[in-house]
Structure formats: C-alpha cells, structure tokens
C-alpha cells in the first residue's frame, strides 16, 4: 500500500523556520522525484518545489526560491523540506507528491504528473 505520510508543520512566527518530513512507503522510492506542493482554503495547489529520483536537479518556484531547500534520503524514504524565513503568506497546508522518473522545471511543477499524494501538513506563520 502506497502511503506519503507528511509531518514538520505547525505554527511559526514570520521570520522563524519549520522542517518538514514525508515519509513514503509502498513503492521504489529511489525511482520517485519528489515534489512538494501547498494550497490554501479556496485557491488551486500550488508548485512549491521538487527534487528528482536521484537527488541531482531540484526546482523552486520563484515565491520560495533562496528561502526553501528541498532534499531527501533515499536510504530513509523520505524527502525533506527546509523553510527559512518564513512569511504569512506561506500559510498553507503542505503536500507532498511523487512522480515516477520526473524531470524538468515543467514537468515538476504540474500537479496532473504525480502518481501519489500525501494527506498535508498544515503550516501557519503569524505576524
């Protein structure tokens, strides 16, 4: 059973910092790029950042591009995203997603290419 299971999030004050987790299990995933994704009450799912299988491209969206870093151990399943400086408007509820052998800026940032999501993990960042 594929499960990407999210946790790290909670509530910060702006300019502080949260390390978020996802473990996967259920599938290879060495051969899984990894993407993370956030979306807040009545807006679309937005592009936050992915990594592919091997760990050697990532991609930012420019929102979070020089505050947030996306890593992951393949040896722990799990894929990790580090968010410094932190602003209200990353208030969100955090996903993460896998995509099998994805690649490229494009590709890494459309939701409809991922096989498998998490369930969130809410960050809140206050005044």
């Known amino acids: 059973q594929v499960q990407l299971v999210e946790s790290g999030g909670g509530l910060v004050q702006a300019g502080g910092s949260l390390r978020l987790s996802c473990a996967a299990s259920g599938f290879t995933f060495s051969s899984y790029s990894m993407g993370w994704f956030r979306q807040v009450p009545g807006k679309e799912r937005e592009f936050v950042a992915a990594?592919?299988?091997?760990?050697?491209?990532?991609y930012y969206a420019d929102s979070v591009k020089g505050r947030f870093t996306i890593s992951r151990d393949n040896a722990k399943n799990t894929v990790y995203l580090e968010m410094n400086s932190l602003k209200p408007e990353d208030t969100a509820v955090y996903y993460c997603a896998a995509d099998y052998l994805g690649s490229g800026s494009i590709r890494m940032s459309v939701r409809s290419r991922y096989d498998y999501w998490g369930q969130g993990t809410q960050v809140t960042v206050s005044l």
């Open positions: 990594i592919t299988w091997t760990g050697a491209n990532t």
